[in-house]
């Protein structure tokens, strides 16, 4: 009966078991296995604003986004993927302005809650503004006055009829309104050089009065400001460069009132050769204050910026220095960090520290050590407090990081990886499986290394000792699962039996290389690639070398990209740190490549080779590493070797080329070409590439007894192809990519291929699929 | 000759109105409007946008689930709405203007994707009203304990027959009466 007991535990124990199988992705298992993380892009204008007890960090990118951050946790709330440049982004009352289009023809208003639209203005475009345009909300009323196509239109809520319509008639490219009192100033650039101001009345759009300022100047960011200070006037102040000399209007007044004023501050040491190189930006004057404005120029080789402000008493202006900052390079948030507690300015200091300046602060708030080596340098720097009244320091780097940092201590509060939304390839890597402590202990007592079998007998005993201490200090491997950060790991350095989890390395286009865990997408590790201080715009990622158990040599990932000056850079990081292989781990190239590839050829290190080709007209193929073993590697393993050429989009040819190995040196040839039919160009070419896969695979199909063998081609490519004015359909070829001989054809008659409408292609076994837009 | 000159007139003022017609873009609006499957339009809002023929025209929707697309030429479009959490009718429009009285008007009908698109299909009203069709449910809901399951299970049937044959075979072979179990000893 004892045995008859055990049985039917046995059996309930092995029904337990049993279960219903999983068919796909469970709720619990969202974010954990499958994961989404929302980009926006880099932020070109931010604003903070409290509204209802909360604040938000609302920003526009350099990818037409909209979008809303919490600002105390760096979440996405919202996003509107308006696809247009957006020149105006302004925040009141709960509810967010922006204007884009093409001469800044649409007005929308959102609300700053839900990002749902609340209305939207068309105004028809004109060619006389450039994208952009201006507008605000009107002070004392939900309307919004707006410069948009070649009209100042004042707009009610709702979007219908303008309230009145001031044509402007093409006299300039108005980018900023400034509202005063009962009067609006729109001000633009005039196309010979210099400002044009336009005063009209807020309730009729009466035109007041239209002047010019700054006659012959040339114009535009960072050479003139326009500084708003209420009650204390509208400033603009310009650099006259034939004068070379800072000059200063004051809006408003019934006559033009010119000023000249040589700002005293710094002409003692400044020289007209210094003027001319020097840059103007706006800071957010103190709600009440002064209008206050930022010069940044260069004297004996170092950067200097001094924070100036303007004090007007009756027709007398005088200019007083706030702060002056020495630096190598400093960076100023104005016009970034609009309408909060003031405008910061982020000083780069000796040793690669940063600190936060306050307008007119002498002393710094805050500092903070940033390692430009992870996302770039520091592009720009604002302040803004939060609802409960702290006041915190966002910074943007050129790698795409948007950091929150505590003004006062320094001390990161959240961070947004925005590179992700300029990656452009990406590369998965296999984390090397978990050792045992056997496997552990057998690598501590090599007995090519320890010869001692005494001194063996000890280490495997340590080893043993020091994972059983390791498990014990997890809780047996019990409470992994409770701590508050299991629900999105970091990701480990090595991964799991089934080799699920790995590591998704991205490159981008920001020169940011990273790496992200597939398990709930927490960032391993980031690197930053520059050349001369300038970013490498990244456009491959390989895997050289995986992920060993137990090895010495660290998995190492390939990022192949483009630097300022297009010449081609390749760096070896060590995939599980993001560190460089070796010291030159970045190393330019004499060359610039048109394409770059894995080779099915391995080095003597165990890294892949991988191929760039470095002239279109006259190509040749460039293997990396750039030694004498990699090409006889390569010749050994992989010659002969094919690639093609131009396919391009309006590409009317595709050339194929054969490489080989002739003594050593590799020779590259044309071996084919392919002349697009019926005077069309290509609109679109897909291959299925992988060049380390070997050639043709014979096989049995299962299911289809009637075939026995099929030839799966892995060389086949699918180019769409249409006349210029994207009329008579396109026609799909299927060509085999090494002999180049045309496999098959198609034509879709009412079919077509453009921006909105792309062509898609991939090969799967022996099937190609496509898809693409038709009219009918 | 007056008549001629008048017809002249005419089929140049005919075909003005048609050459002005043709650059003429038109405005299409609609309402995304609540029912059983999407019962707060406020939150669509954000998610969603109104595309037409794949992205040649893009339209937001507002808190109140209205849209306006701009830019519609004359002819057929594809009006869709895209959203991640939703799923939305096809709709096909039809701008043309008027013989009578010269104005744009507009046809919608549904329209299935790959099916061509018919006229015979009922004409919608217009300004267009679109309900949600469905809610994208992308998660399999964990299967709960079920007798059944475990049990229709081969391993599980496998089990069965085991314990079977452990169980109640014995208890059979007490019933049977002991001369037939010694013939059946010798013949095995």
């Known amino acids: 009966m004892v045995c008859g007991s055990s049985l039917r535990r046995a059996a309930l124990s092995a029904a337990l078991l049993l279960g219903g199988a999983a068919l796909g992705l469970f709720p619990d298992e969202a974010g954990k296995i499958d994961w989404y993380q929302a980009q926006i892009g880099a932020a070109t204008k931010v604003v903070a604003h409290a509204h209802n007890g909360t604040t938000g960090i609302y920003a526009a990118t350099e990818l037409g986004v909209l979008a809303a951050v919490d600002a105390d946790s760096g979440a ?28 800044g ?58 309230v009145w319509e001031l044509a402007l008639n093409g006299t300039g490219t108005y980018r900023r309104l400034v509202q005063h009192g009962d009067a609006v100033f729109a001000i633009g650039e005039r196309a010979g050089g210099g400002l044009r101001v336009v005063e009209a009345e807020l309730a009729s759009g009466t035109r ?204 990161p509060l959240w961070v947004r990886n925005e590179a992700l939304a300029y990656a452009s390839d990406m590369a998965f890597l296999d984390l090397p499986p978990p050792a045992s402590a056997a496997e552990h202990a057998a690598q501590a007592t090599d007995p090519a ?43 480990a350095a090595s991964g799991d039996h089934f080799g699920f989890h790995k590591l998704a390395v991205f490159g981008t286009r920001t020169g940011v290389v990273t790496a992200l865990g597939t398990q709930g997408g927490a960032a391993a590790w980031a690197r930053h690639l520059a050349v001369d201080g300038a970013p490498v715009a990244v456009e491959r990622v390989f895997v050289v070398r995986r992920s060993q158990p137990l090895g010495d040599a660290p998995p190492v990932v390939v990022a192949v990209g483009r630097s300022a000056r297009n010449a081609t850079v390749v760096a070896a ?81 595709i050339r194929g080329y054969r490489v080989a190995c002739d003594g050593g040196a590799l020779s590259t040839a044309l071996a084919w070409t392919f002349d697009v039919p019926g005077g069309e160009a290509l609109a679109a070419a897909a291959v299925r590439y992988d060049g380390a896969q070997s050639t043709a695979l014979l096989g049995r199909v299962l299911g289809d007894r009637s075939v026995r063998y099929k030839y799966i081609n892995p060389h086949v490519g699918t180019l769409a192809a249409q006349r210029a004015d994207g009329s008579g359909g396109v026609s799909v070829y299927l060509y085999d990519r090494v002999s180049g001989r045309l496999l098959h054809t198609a034509h879709h008659a009412a079919a077509r291929v453009d921006a909105a409408h792309r062509f898609l292609a991939t090969q799967t076994e022996n099937r190609v699929i496509y898809q693409l837009w038709h009219d009918e | 000759m007056l008549a001629r000159a008048l017809l002249l007139v005419q089929c140049v003022l005919v075909l003005a109105a048609a050459v002005l017609a ?45 849209f306006a697309v701009d830019g519609l030429g004359l002819g057929d479009a594809l009006v869709e709405i895209q959203s991640t959490e939703y799923a939305f009718p096809k709709i096909h429009v039809r701008i043309a203007v008027g013989e009578e009285d010269g104005r744009a008007a507009v046809a919608a009908r549904y329209v299935q994707l790959g099916a061509k698109w018919s006229e015979d299909a009922p004409v919608l009203a217009y300004p267009l009203q679109i309900a949600a069709s469905a809610k994208y449910d992308f998660f399999t809901p964990r299967q709960g304990f079920s007798i059944v399951a475990m049990f229709s299970n081969p391993y599980m049937l496998m089990v069965g027959a085991s314990l079977a044959a452990v169980f109640i075979l014995p208890r059979l072979q007490a019933n049977i009466d002991p001369e037939t179990m010694k013939e059946l000893q010798a013949k095995s």
């Open chain 1, 573 to 653: 990081l060590d995939a599980l740190t993001g560190a460089p292989v070796a010291e030159d781990g970045l190393q330019p190239m004499p060359f610039s490549h048109v394409r770059a590839f894995a080779l099915p050829a391995v080095g003597a290190d165990g890294q892949q080779l991988l191929g760039l080709v470095t002239d279109d007209a006259r190509p040749t193929l460039a293997v990396w590493p750039a030694t004498a073993a990699a090409e006889q590697a390569f010749c050994a393993a992989a010659a002969p070797f094919f690639f093609e050429l131009g396919d391009a989009a309006g590409s009317t040819q």
């Open chain 1, 105 to 162: 023809s649409r007005v929308r208003v959102w609300d700053a809650v839900s990002g749902s639209l609340a209305w939207e203005h068309a105004q028809p475009e004109s060619g006389q503004q450039a994208a952009g345009g201006a507008a605000l909300f009107v002070s004392g009323s939900d309307d919004v006055v707006a410069a948009a196509g070649d009209s100042l239109v004042r707009l009610a809520p709702g979007g219908g009829a303008a």
């Open chain 1, 208 to 411: 007041k009065q239209q002047y010019d300022v700054a006659d012959g100047a040339v114009l535009g960011a960072g050479h003139s400001v326009v500084l708003d200070a209420g009650p204390n006037g509208v400033y603009v102040v310009w650099r006259d460069e034939k004068d070379i000399v800072w000059k200063v209007h004051r809006l408003g007044l019934t006559r033009p009132m010119w000023d000249m004023y040589h700002a005293k501050i710094v002409q003692q040491e400044l020289m007209p050769e210094d003027m001319l190189g020097s840059t103007l930006d706006e800071l957010e004057p103190i709600p009440g204050g002064r209008p206050r404005f930022t010069l940044t120029y260069l004297k004996d080789g170092v950067r200097k910026t001094v924070a100036i402000e303007i004090v007007a008493t009756g027709d007398q202006m005088d200019m007083r220095k706030l702060a002056a900052f020495r630096s190598g390079s400093a960076v100023v948030g104005g016009p970034a960090m609009a309408g909060v507690a003031g405008a910061a300015v982020a000083v780069r200091a000796a040793g690669g520290e940063w600190r936060v300046y306050g307008a007119g602060a002498r002393k710094a708030k805050s500092s903070f050590a940033y390692a430009e080596a992870t996302h770039g340098a520091v592009v720009w720097a604002g302040l803004y407090r939060t609802a409960a009244g702290a006041t915190r320091a966002l910074v943007r780097t050129s790698g795409g990081l948007l950091a929150a940092l505590d003004a006062d201590s320094g001390e």
């Open chain 1, 449 to 491: 290394v320890v010869t001692s079998a005494a001194a063996r007998f000890v280490l495997r005993w340590v080893a043993t000792g020091r994972e059983l201490a390791a498990w014990a200090s997890s809780g047996f491997g019990l409470l992994a699962p409770l701590r508050a950060d299991a629900a999105r790991p970091t990701p």
């Open chain 2, 22 to 66: 043709a650059d003429k873009t038109y405005r299409l609006r609609g309402t995304v409007v609540p029912n059983d499957v999407l019962g707060d339009v406020a939150s669509l809002a954000a998610g969603a946008q109104v595309v037409v023929n794949g992205g040649e025209q893009r339209a937001f929707i507002r808190g109140d689930g209205q």
């Open chain 1, 76 to 103: 996405l709330r919202w996003r509107q993927l308006v696809d247009e440049d957006i020149g105006t982004l302004q925040v009141r009352g709960g509810q967010v302005l922006t204007q884009s289009g093409a001469g």
